[in-house]
């Protein structure tokens, strides 16, 4: 995976993170929005209207939120560039593939900073593994998101990060002293 599939490119994307994505009104978001429903600040080509403005208006959730790159994948990828806005018929079927997605690149960059590393090189080929399977052999296809067990994975790939956690709190307490 390289790095450059994890990071966000809003001008490759649909706003998916502005439709797929519910929030509950609080301190973070001005609003209640159920998940498939487009945000109300959407603007003209997918943009935020109140960008500028999010945490005056109340929106401070929505500064810190980083896709990790699935929202161009499932654009350009899974949807040759087609948009939700031009066929309004896809907004659900983008909502799902974009979920799915979305938790596999947050995996993906948890798995990418795991590389950074000193692991021993059985733990690196288990990282390496792990981010093997989630990763396409080819662009993402709404099909191999969708036949995706993302649950199974994530149970994986967490065990495995709670695996090295001991090991790194200790080496964490020793360089802290």
């Given at each position: 995976?390289?790095?450059?599939?994890?990071?966000?490119?809003?001008?490759?994307?649909?706003?998916?993170?502005?439709?797929?994505?519910?929030?509950?009104?609080?301190?973070?978001?001005?609003?209640?929005?159920?998940?498939?429903?487009?945000?109300?600040?959407?603007?003209?080509?997918?943009?935020?209207?109140?960008?500028?403005?999010?945490?005056?208006?109340?929106?401070?959730?929505?500064?810190?939120?980083?896709?990790?790159?699935?929202?161009?994948?499932?654009?350009?990828?899974?949807?040759a560039g087609r948009d939700?806005?031009?066929?309004?018929?896809?907004?659900?079927?983008?909502?799902?593939?974009?979920?799915?997605?979305?938790?596999?690149?947050?995996?993906?960059?948890?798995?990418?900073?795991?590389?950074?590393?000193?692991?021993?090189?059985?733990?690196?080929?288990?990282?390496?593994?792990?981010?093997?399977?989630?990763?396409?052999?080819?662009?993402?296809?709404?099909?191999?998101?969708?036949?995706?067990?993302?649950?199974?994975?994530?149970?994986?790939?967490?065990?495995?990060?709670?695996?090295?956690?001991?090991?790194?709190?200790?080496?964490?307490?020793?360089?802290?002293?």
């Amino acid at each position: 995976m390289t790095p450059d599939l994890l990071r966000d490119d809003c001008t490759r994307c649909a706003a998916l993170c502005c439709v797929a994505l519910a929030f509950d009104r609080s301190a973070a978001f001005a609003c209640d929005k159920p998940s498939g429903m487009p945000c109300a600040h959407i603007g003209p080509n997918a943009t935020c209207s109140i960008h500028a403005q999010r945490q005056a208006k109340g929106f401070s959730g929505c500064i810190g939120f980083s896709c990790n790159g699935a929202g161009q994948r499932v654009v350009q990828e899974c949807f040759a560039g087609r948009d939700w806005r031009d066929d309004p018929r896809l907004i659900t079927r983008m909502t799902k593939a974009f979920l799915v997605a979305l938790k596999v690149h947050d995996l993906l960059m948890l798995l990418a900073e795991v590389e950074k590393l000193p692991l021993s090189p059985q733990e690196r080929e288990k990282a390496r593994e792990f981010a093997h399977a989630l990763s396409s052999d080819t662009a993402l296809t709404e099909s191999w998101l969708s036949d995706l067990d993302v649950s199974k994975h994530q149970a994986s790939v967490h065990a495995f990060l709670r695996g090295l956690a001991p090991r790194w709190a200790s080496m964490q307490y020793s360089v802290s002293r």
